[in-house]
C-alpha cells in the first residue's frame, strides 16, 4: 500500500517537473521526466498525453498517436487526448480519423470549445462551410466574445455570400477589438457588396488611420 502511494506520488513530480520542462521549450528533459513517471505508473494518462504533446511537436506522429491512444486506453473520457489526437491526424491529412476523435471529444463534452473549433476548421478545410458555421455559432453561445471565432464565422459567411450575417459577425469583432484591421477591411468589402458605399468609405478611411496606408489605394477596391 506504501509502495503504492509512495510511486503515484513519486509519478506525479515527475509529471510536474516535465511540464515546467515542457513549458521551458526543453524538450528532450521533458521526455525523460514523462517516461519516469510513466515508469513508476503505466498507466498515467496525463504522462501519456503529454509525452504525445512533444512527439507532435517534433513532428513524431506516429509516436504522439501512440501515445494518446495509450492515454485514450488508461482514460477513455480524456477529452484532452481526443483532441490531441485528432489535431495529429488533421496534420498528417487523415480527416476522417480526425473527425471521428473530435466528435468523441464533443461527446464527452459537448460544451468543449476546443472540440467545436476542431470541427469548425475541419469542416471549413473540407468545404463544408454550413457545418462550419453551426460549430462556430456553438462557440459564441458559450463565449460570445471570442473575437478570433468572431471573424472566422464573417469570413465565412463572406464566402457563403451570406453578407448581411457577415457582416453582423465583422461588427462584433470590432466591437470587442477596433484594431482588428483585416476584419474592417472584410466589413468594408460587405458593405460596398449591399451598395452601402459611404458606410464603406468610412471603414476604409478608419483602415488608412490606422495603418498609414493610403486611403485611395484601399478604395481601389471599390468597384
Same mark, same amino acid.
Given at each position: !500500500?506504501? !509502495?503504492?502511494?509512495? %510511486?503515484?506520488?513519486?509519478? @506525479?513530480? #515527475?509529471?510536474? @517537473? ?6 521551458? +521549450? ?6 525523460? *521526466? ?13 504522462? /501519456? ?5 512533444? $512527439? ?13 491512444? @495509450? ?9 484532452? %487526448?481526443?483532441? &490531441?489526437? +485528432?489535431?495529429?491526424?488533421?496534420? !498528417? ?6 473527425? &471521428? *476523435?473530435?466528435? #468523441? ?5 459537448? #460544451?468543449?470549445?476546443?472540440? /467545436? ?32 471565432? *468572431? ?17 453582423? +459577425? $465583422? ?7 477596433? /484594431? ?22 468610412? #471603414? ?7 495603418? !498609414?496606408?493610403?486611403?485611395? %489605394? ?6
Amino acid at each position: !500500500m506504501n !509502495m503504492t502511494t509512495n %510511486a503515484t506520488t513519486e509519478a @506525479q513530480t #515527475h509529471l510536474e @517537473q516535465g511540464n515546467v520542462l515542457l513549458k521551458q +521549450g526543453l524538450l528532450t528533459e521533458a521526455i525523460t *521526466c514523462y517516461q519516469q513517471a510513466l515508469t513508476l505508473n503505466p498507466n498515467y494518462a496525463s504522462a /501519456h498525453n503529454n509525452l504525445g504533446t512533444i $512527439f507532435s511537436q517534433l513532428g513524431r506522429f506516429e509516436e504522439a498517436i501512440a501515445c494518446y491512444q @495509450q492515454a485514450l486506453r488508461a482514460d477513455s473520457n480524456y477529452v484532452q %487526448a481526443y483532441s &490531441n489526437l +485528432g489535431n495529429v491526424f488533421s496534420g !498528417m491529412g487523415k480527416l476522417e480519423e480526425a473527425m &471521428n *476523435c473530435y466528435q #468523441h471529444a464533443l461527446t464527452l463534452n459537448p #460544451h468543449s470549445v476546443q472540440a /467545436h473549433n476542431n470541427l469548425g476548421a475541419l469542416f471549413t478545410k473540407r468545404g463544408q462551410l454550413a457545418e462550419a458555421v453551426a460549430h462556430y455559432q456553438q462557440i459564441l453561445t458559450l463565449n460570445p466574445k471570442d473575437a478570433e471565432v *468572431c471573424s472566422r464565422l464573417g469570413t465565412i459567411l463572406w464566402k457563403m455570400g451570406k453578407l448581411t450575417e457577415a457582416i453582423a +459577425g $465583422f461588427q462584433q469583432v470590432l466591437t470587442i477589438n477596433p /484594431h482588428e484591421v483585416q476584419t474592417r477591411i472584410f466589413l468594408a468589402l460587405s458593405l460596398t457588396s449591399l451598395g452601402r458605399v459611404a458606410e464603406a468609405i468610412a #471603414h476604409y478611411r478608419r483602415v488608412a488611420n490606422d495603418t !498609414m496606408m493610403p486611403t485611395a %489605394a484601399l478604395l481601389l477596391t471599390l468597384n
